[in-house]
């Protein structure tokens, strides 16, 4: 140990007499390790609430979306087998996207209707993994052929709303209809609900329904064409240069967005938030480092003469602000590994016993989501190291400009 080290422990040892610097020193590392746990947890908090938002989004939307711009795709099998190559893609398949309302009884509601293939879907969507009630297989065939009736599979808060289960029969409407002489006449499709899902958000469980891609073409009189293809790619994060090879492929009559494009609002809003906790956290650590400054210089107040006498027996400048840049990074350092501790455990806890309860209404999970990101854990502990380093700066510098002469005169 050199003597800076063994000077820099003794005096964070304070006197009886001075017993008020160590309850100071004891305030800095509590307060340093309070900012720390806080930052550590509410990180976590947010990067949890990312990626489980992330997840429920691809649960029920796709990794990419192929579409022709202003217009329907007529061959899109060909279209399939085509983008089936691209390297880096899973899975494709193709949907029907269309609003219509739905009744049952004397109740009814809008819906966002999407037209499936069931055997390609399942492939690409978390669709059957959703189900609570019934079987996604289901929608692929007719229930009772001599009254075309369809099956159809809706969300759990939709069936609440509509207050019908399993087997029961609900009326498609679409204001897109034949016209007649008496107009435009509405076209209503009748089927029976053969599947219940349930995404854990609630802006899809309520407004979100799905039947077989013929019985789609069918009620919306597409023929044989879809709205667009769906692709499951390998690495989500690879998604948008797959999609821009996909692109460039098809030409220009055909548009490629990934899901990052599609929900870019969504989630810069989650990264400008992050951030913001992050700065306004932060602060809690400056003012630790505040303490750590005003103990720092207390010392320096205290021990004035004994740094004479160093500077007096052969100490340098650089020697005295090493001793007291030491005895701050001890203090943060103490401060920041409590802190880590105490964050992570914070955050098994929470992860572990989810006693925490957000309304399913209001937010898209249940329980308060936790994600520990090891990237975060390391800029954490990094910044109020840096922060307590640049606190030890001023208290060191004055300290190394104590003069022996005026320190020892009387």
């Known amino acids: 140990m050199g003597f800076e080290s063994f000077i820099c422990f003794r005096y964070i040892k304070a006197k009886k007499k001075h017993g008020f610097i160590s309850l100071i020193t004891v305030i800095s590392i509590a307060g340093v390790a309070v900012g720390v746990m806080a930052l550590i947890v509410v990180l976590a908090v ?6 489980e938002l992330r997840d429920k989004i691809l649960g029920v939307n796709s990794h990419i ?7 329907v795709i007529s061959d899109y099998k060909g279209l399939m087998e085509k983008i089936q190559t691209e390297q880096g893609v899973v899975s494709v398949t193709p949907y029907i996207y269309s609003q219509t309302m739905v009744t049952a009884g004397s109740g009814g509601t809008g819906v966002v209707l999407r037209g499936i293939d069931p055997e390609s879907a399942s492939s690409v969507l978390s669709l059957p993994k959703q189900i609570i009630r019934g079987d996604m297989i289901g929608i692929s065939s007719s229930i009772e052929q001599e009254q075309k009736i369809s099956g159809i599979i809706i969300g759990k808060h939709l069936s609440r709303q509509l207050r ?22 509405p076209r209503i499709k009748t089927c029976e609900v053969v599947a219940i899902f349930d995404t854990g958000m609630y802006e899809y469980d309520s407004s979100l329904a799905y039947v077989s891609l013929s019985t789609a073409q069918q009620f919306l009189d597409l023929q044989d064409s879809v709205h667009g293809i769906e692709v499951k ?14 692109q460039n492929d098809l030409g220009g009559a055909f548009v490629a967005k990934d899901w ?10 989650l990264k400008l938030e992050k951030t913001a906790m992050f700065i306004v956290l932060a602060l809690i650590i400056l003012v630790a480092a505040f303490n750590i ?63 925490i309860k957000l309304p399913s209404d209001v937010y898209p999970m249940t329980t308060l989501p936790i994600l520990i990101n090891p990237m975060d854990i390391i800029i954490v502990a990094v910044s109020a ?20 002469a005026e320190a020892l005169r009387y």
């Open 46 to 51: 947010m990067t949890g609430f990312t990626s």
């Open 65 to 71: 979306v192929v579409q022709k711009a202003g217009g």
């Open 164 to 185: 019908v289960g399993i087997g029961d029969r609900l009326r498609l409407l679409s204001p897109a209809g034949p016209l007649t002489p008496m107009g435009v006449m």
């Open 233 to 246: 790619v390998e690495d989500i994060y690879q998604a948008y240069s797959i999609a821009s090879r996909i």
């Open 260 to 269: 990052m494009l599609m929900n870019q609002n969504l989630f810069s809003a």
């Open 293 to 355: 400054i005003s103990t720092l210089i207390m010392v320096v107040m205290e021990k004035a003469r004994e740094i004479a006498i160093l500077k007096a027996m052969g100490a340098t400048s650089k020697n005295i602000m090493r001793i007291f840049i030491y005895e701050g990074l001890i203090i943060g350092c103490s401060g920041m590994i409590l802190g880590v501790l105490g964050g992570l455990g914070l955050c098994k806890i929470l992860s572990k016993y989810q006693f």
């Open 385 to 404: 190291i840096l922060i307590t380093f640049l606190a030890t700066l001023y208290p060191s510098w004055r300290a190394s400009q104590v003069q022996p």
